[in-house]
């Protein structure tokens, strides 16, 4: 790891440490529209990350920009209501940020979720898809700054990338919870605009079935560290040219809210589960 990212982020890394009220276990990345599940656990420790030094402000509906130290079933969890895109400005080291802070206050589990536009002709809006696998066009380059030529055990993290074991639990709680849960492939796009459907076209053919703006490089960026890593797009539209209708984050909000119970009781089984 690039040593300028533990010096840009110690005094950051040292002010959670000690505003942290225990160690957490299990890190949840919560996507656009999301975030409510923070509402349904028992938070012990909230922190704005307005309050700070070096976080970087949120800017999109949906991405509240708060720290939870939470608890549910016995597990401590660490919950990121809003993350960081690249599409607002931010560089990689930012993005990567909650990943990071993960890593350093001692998670050994990370869940990312995210909203993605659906590819997959067999996908609607309100499904759930598990990530199987992730195209990385366009962002390694951006974490070499970071992480450099992978080292023997940066790679050998790769090579159980997303978890196996981690999948298996994600697919048996939606299975106690009856839910259709999908999988397949989420291609990555910087954004800041949504993709055409030319590019959906070709997204499609190299086997993607969700593209978003997010998740993975902080995904990538986890399991370098050592983290288990799992991942859960709410398929909340269709992707540009697979329907008629024009694409808006307000309808990306608003598909998320509609299912948010749904993910909330999924998340739950997999948090009980581990």
């Known amino acids: 790891m690039n040593p300028k990212l533990n010096l840009k982020y110690k005094d950051l ?5 000690k505003k942290a009220p225990f160690i957490p276990e299990i890190a949840l990345i919560l996507g656009s529209g999301l ?14 990350t307005a309050e700070l030094p070096g976080y970087p402000p949120s800017t999109i509906i949906g991405h509240e920009g708060k720290i939870h130290f939470a608890k549910y079933e016995g597990k401590n969890l660490l919950l990121f209501q809003g993350r960081i895109h690249f599409y607002e400005g931010y560089s990689i080291s930012e993005c990567i940020l909650p990943a990071f802070l993960s890593y350093k206050l001692g998670c050994t589990k990370i869940f990312i979720t995210n909203a993605a536009g659906g590819i997959n ?3 609607h809006p309100g499904d759930l898809m598990l990530a199987l696998s992730f195209n990385t066009f366009g962002i390694k380059k951006e974490l070499s700054s970071l992480i450099g030529t992978l080292s023997e055990e940066g790679t050998n993290n790769l090579r159980d990338f ?7 639990i994600i697919r048996q709680a939606a299975k106690k919870e009856k839910i259709d849960l999908k999988e397949g492939v989420y291609w990555y796009s910087k954004g800041p605009s949504y993709e055409t459907p030319a590019e959906i076209r070709m997204m499609g053919k190299f086997s993607s079935d969700a ?15 050592g983290l288990d890593v799992a991942s859960v797009s709410c398929i909340t539209n269709y992707a540009a040219g697979i329907s008629s209708a024009k694409l808006n984050h307000s309808e990306v909000t608003k598909t998320a809210n509609i299912v948010k119970n749904k993910f909330e009781r999924l998340v739950k089984r997999i948090i009980s589960l581990i």
């Open 211 to 225: 593209v978003g703006m997010s998740t993975v490089h902080e995904a990538l960026f986890a399991a370098y560290c």
């Open 13 to 17: 890394v040292n002010l959670l440490k």
């Open 162 to 168: 997303p978890s196996n074991a981690f999948n298996n």
């Open 35 to 48: 975030g409510d599940f923070a509402s349904s656990v028992e938070l012990f420790k909230t922190i704005s």
């Open 121 to 123: 002709p067999d996908f």
